[in-house]
């Protein structure tokens, strides 16, 4: 639907209807004569023409309006990538995931049309992702700094802002409603509370068989397939008929990535899936899924706001503050010597099981909460709250930095402070860090 067709469309109404109403006003008796003679039928005709054409010109201009604006200004924003510039032709496996440049700004109050585009909750700013096959990218973070939104984006829940999302090679960020729903099976979503993720009204193994129905498998073939799920998360087989309140919030986890795992998925997005779980269930999920990666090969987007829990899952880890990514690399890497404040100071937050070490742990206490996305500080996000923060840090945004160990991190303190080069934060001593005993 292009911008002149709708241009042309409401000149030729406009030009129709002056010329009929003129030609009527000017010669009136005419125009009754040639009605009396029976030439009635052409105005009639030419009138419900005319009028047609001002409708669908109508509907056009709110077409236009309404969705090609916003998706020509999506369209303006995005410098579009295909899979091809990102991970070149024929090199290593294609990333099931892959997320270029990713944005979702919310509109902060309904303005009218004149004022712009109003004040937005910047919830996610550019986020680069990429999760490659059969392995797991946690993303970690306060509450508030983007994670559920960027997983949503990536599942095609909600519409971008602006960026690209790549599944399986395949751009989807803009893909119809018809197309996204042909290749849903191939991504699913494990919910945080399994309780309200269920419907408290239908036995559990209804609920797991949706997204086989969905896909057009019922019967005893769906039966059979949630009866082999079952056995594989460990869940025994009379928990089938019983309802969600007569489960565990272990066992309806297990049920409920039994559900993710019914149509084969290459990508299992887990949004917070142990947070509402006693620490020794967490345990058991965390292995099951480990264990579950090992034999299915599926790729997992695993997100908690808790360092100590990607840990032991995943294979890299993305840290976001405020709708962006401060720094991302291999898990080992990023445990060993952290190389950004933020990451630092969640990491020294987790208690250490041994209580010499423990005890000469230097910990970073962060100050004040996270800032409200919909203000946030200029230069480097993490500033107002940053030990180390220094001049540069409120006026340039920091520039990425690429460690020898492929970590990511942006932070001024590699390339304009004091210059750590991607050496680790440990090195440093705070001016507010303090020893925690
Ligand atoms: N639908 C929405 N409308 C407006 N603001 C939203 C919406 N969803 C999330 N936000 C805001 O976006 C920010 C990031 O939210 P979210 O992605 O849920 O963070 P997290 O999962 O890390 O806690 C928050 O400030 C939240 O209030
Ligand atoms: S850029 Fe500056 S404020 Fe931001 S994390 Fe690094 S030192 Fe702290
Ligand atoms: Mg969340």
């Known amino acids: 639907m292009s911008v002149p067709l709708i241009v042309g469309s409401g000149i030729v109404t406009l030009i129709l209807v002056v010329w009929a109403v003129a030609d009527a006003a000017r010669r009136p008796v005419v125009a009754w004569n040639r009605i009396q003679r029976g030439k009635g ?63 979702k700004h919310f509109p902060l109050r309904r303005v009218a049309r004149h004022e712009g585009d ?42 971008v802002t602006s960026g690209q999302v790549f599944f399986d090679g395949e751009d989807i960020t803009a893909i119809s409603a018809r197309a996204l729903r042909e290749r849903r099976g191939g991504m699913q979503l494990v919910f945080q509370d399994p309780y309200s993720s269920f419907d408290p009204q239908a036995t559990v193994v209804d609920s797991v068989k949706e997204p086989l129905l969905a896909q057009g498998v019922a019967g005893a073939a769906a039966e059979q397939r949630v009866s ?28 409920g990535i039994a559900r ?78 952290p190389t950004h404040p933020y990451t630092h100071a969640l990491l020294s937050a987790i208690p250490v099981p041994n209580p010499t070490v423990q005890r000469t742990r230097a910990r970073v206490v962060l100050q004040g909460e996270i800032p409200s996305p919909a203000s946030p500080p200029s230069g480097c996000r993490f500033r107002t709250r940053c030990p180390y923060a220094m001049d540069v840090c409120a006026e340039e945004e920091p520039p990425a930095y690429v460690g020898a160990d492929g970590v990511v991190a942006r932070c001024h ?11 680790s934060i440990a090195d440093l001593t705070a001016p507010s860090a303090s020893s925690a005993g």
């Open 41 to 103: 039928t052409w105005i009639a005709l030419m009138v419900i023409f005319t009028l047609a054409c001002g409708v669908i010109g109508f509907l056009m201009a709110i077409y236009y309006l309404f969705v090609v604006r916003k998706q020509l200004a999506v369209a303006a924003a995005t410098p579009v990538v295909t899979i091809a510039d990102l991970q070149g032709d024929g090199g290593g496996p294609v990333d099931v995931v892959r997320t270029v440049a990713l944005t």
């Open 118 to 159: 109003g004040p937005v909750i910047r919830a996610v700013d550019g986020v680069d992702l990429a999760v490659p096959p059969g392995t797991t990218l946690g993303l970690v973070g306060e509450s508030g700094s983007g994670k559920s939104t960027v997983a949503r984006l990536v599942l095609r829940l909600m519409p």
């Open 228 to 255: 082999e799920l079952f056995d594989l998360v460990g869940l025994p087989q009379a928990h089938l008929q019983r309802y969600p309140r007569e489960l565990s919030g272990g066992q309806l986890q297990r049920a």
């Open 260 to 337: 993710a795992l019914t149509v084969n998925p290459k990508l299992v997005v887990m949004d917070e899936p142990v947070s509402a779980l006693d620490v020794s269930t967490q345990a058991q999920v965390i292995n099951l899924l480990e264990d579950l990666q090992r034999d299915l090969g599926i790729a997992f987007l695993f997100i908690a706001h808790d360092l100590s829990i990607v840990r032991h899952v995943s294979d890299r880890i993305a840290v976001m503050y405020l709708g962006q990514i401060v720094e991302e690399g291999p898990a080992a890497a990023l445990y060993e010597s």
């Open 413 to 423: 303190l590699h390339t304009a402070g004091p210059t750590l080069a991607g050496g």
